[in-house]
C-alpha cells in the first residue's frame, strides 16, 4: 500500500457525460501527479500541483481539469467525455524536494 | 487494469534466472531514474532509483545499471521468482523539472 488513495476504483458512464476522481495523496506530500494510462500508449504525465498550484502540465486535453485543495486532496475534472477517454487514470504523490514519486491504485474508467 | 492491449515487448524467463530489463531514455538532462513494477490491477511500485551522478546502485535482489553515454538503463532481478512477473517501467526526469516521462515497458513472464 502506497498511501495514497483513489476514488472510484471503478466507473462506466456514457459519451458526453462529465466524472470527477479523487485523489488522497501520502501523508505530508504536498505534490500531487495526474497520469492516465490507455491501452495503446502507456501512461501519459497530464498535470502536477503543489501545495494547491499548478506547477506543470502534460499532455492534458482542455476538456480535462484538476485542482488540488487546502487539504491536498486532488481532483480530476473529466468532460465531455468521448471513447477514447477509456483509460487507468493515476494520481502519484511526492514529498517536496523528494523525487520518487508513488502512485495510488488507480481510478478504471469506461466510457461507452 | 491489465496491460493486455499493449503491445509490450516481452521478456520470458525460467524461474531462478536472473532477468535483465532495459529501457532506453530519450532526454540527456534527465538526471534521476526509477524503476516501477505494475502488477495486473494495480498502481506502479516504487522498485530502485538511481541519479546520474552513479552508474549502479543495488537494492534486494534488484541492481540498476546506467549508461549515460548511451542514454541506457537497465534493471537486473536476481534468482527470478513468479511474483517478480509484471509490467517494469522506467521513468526519467530532468533536473529543476517536475516532469516524470516513462518508458513503454517491458512484461516479464517467469516459467515455472
Known amino acids: 500500500d502506497s498511501g495514497v488513495t483513489q476514488t472510484p476504483k471503478h466507473l462506466i458512464t456514457a459519451t458526453g457525460q462529465r466524472v470527477t476522481l479523487r485523489c488522497s495523496p501520502r501523508s505530508g506530500d504536498l505534490s500531487v501527479y495526474w497520469y492516465q494510462q490507455s491501452l495503446d500508449q502507456g501512461l501519459q504525465f497530464l498535470i502536477q500541483y503543489y501545495n494547491g498550484e499548478e506547477r506543470a502540465k502534460g499532455n492534458i486535453l482542455e476538456r480535462f481539469s484538476a485542482q488540488q485543495f487546502p487539504d491536498l486532496h486532488s481532483e480530476l475534472n473529466l468532460s465531455s467525455l468521448e471513447l477514447g477517454d477509456s483509460a487507468l487514470y493515476f494520481c502519484?504523490?511526492?514529498?517536496?524536494?523528494?523525487?520518487?514519486?508513488?502512485f495510488g491504485e488507480g481510478s478504471w474508467l469506461t466510457v461507452v | 487494469g491489465e496491460n493486455v492491449g499493449l503491445h509490450l515487448p516481452t521478456l520470458s524467463v525460467q524461474e531462478g534466472d536472473n532477468s535483465i530489463i532495459n529501457c532506453a531514455y530519450s532526454n540527456s538532462a534527465s538526471d534521476y531514474f526509477i524503476w516501477y513494477k505494475q502488477e495486473s490491477g494495480k498502481g506502479p511500485q516504487f522498485i530502485i532509483d538511481?541519479?546520474?551522478?552513479?552508474d549502479k546502485r543495488q537494492g534486494q535482489r534488484v541492481t540498476v545499471l546506467l549508461n549515460k553515454t548511451v542514454k541506457h538503463l537497465s534493471l537486473q532481478i536476481a534468482a527470478t521468482q513468479p511474483g517478480d512477473s509484471a509490467v517494469y517501467f522506467c521513468a526519467e526526469k530532468a533536473s529543476g523539472t517536475y516532469k516524470y516521462i516513462f518508458g513503454t515497458g517491458t512484461r516479464l513472464k517467469v516459467l515455472a
Open positions: 502519484a504523490s511526492s514529498v517536496e524536494g523528494e523525487n520518487t514519486i508513488y
Open positions: 538511481i541519479r546520474s551522478n552513479m
